[in-house]
Nanobody
Framework: QVQLVESGGGLVQPGGSLRLSCAASGFTFSWYIMSWYRQAPGKERELVARITSGDYGETKVADPVKGRFTISRNNAKKTVYLAMNNLKPEDTAVYYC???????WGQGTQVTVSS
């Protein structure tokens, strides 16, 4: 069955970095657009970044994280990544991996940015 398992979240100080991973199984990973979303307490879930299918996926990054976050994928490893640099307290949220077209979510991983 389809599975998306996120990892890499944690507590980091402002200005720090984290790399989230999302390991996929149960579907032909390279065929699908993959996205990262986040949801902060009391707020709606919002798109963070998206990467198209194939070996050279085109990327789109939301304005609040542009220049700081990078999405990438390794189809051989069936994994999508979110590299987050210069983290800010407002980046604190649960980060979710999402398989577009399958409409399938991972369980989420908590990212907390605090001194």
């Amino acid at each position: 069955q389809v599975q998306l398992v996120e990892s890499g979240g944690g507590l980091v100080q402002p200005g720090g970095s984290l790399r989230l991973s999302c390991a996929a199984s149960g579907f032909t990973f390279s065929w699908y657009i993959m996205s990262w979303y986040r949801q902060a307490p009391g707020k709606e879930r919002e798109l963070v970044a998206r990467i198209t299918s194939g070996d050279y996926g085109e990327t789109k990054v939301a304005d609040p994280v542009k220049g700081r976050f990078t999405i990438s994928r390794n189809n051989a490893k069936k994994t999508v990544y979110l590299a987050m640099n210069n983290l800010k307290p407002e980046d604190t949220a649960v980060y979710y991996c999402y398989a577009n077209d399958l409409n399938f979510w991972g369980q989420g991983t908590q990212v907390t940015v605090s001194s």
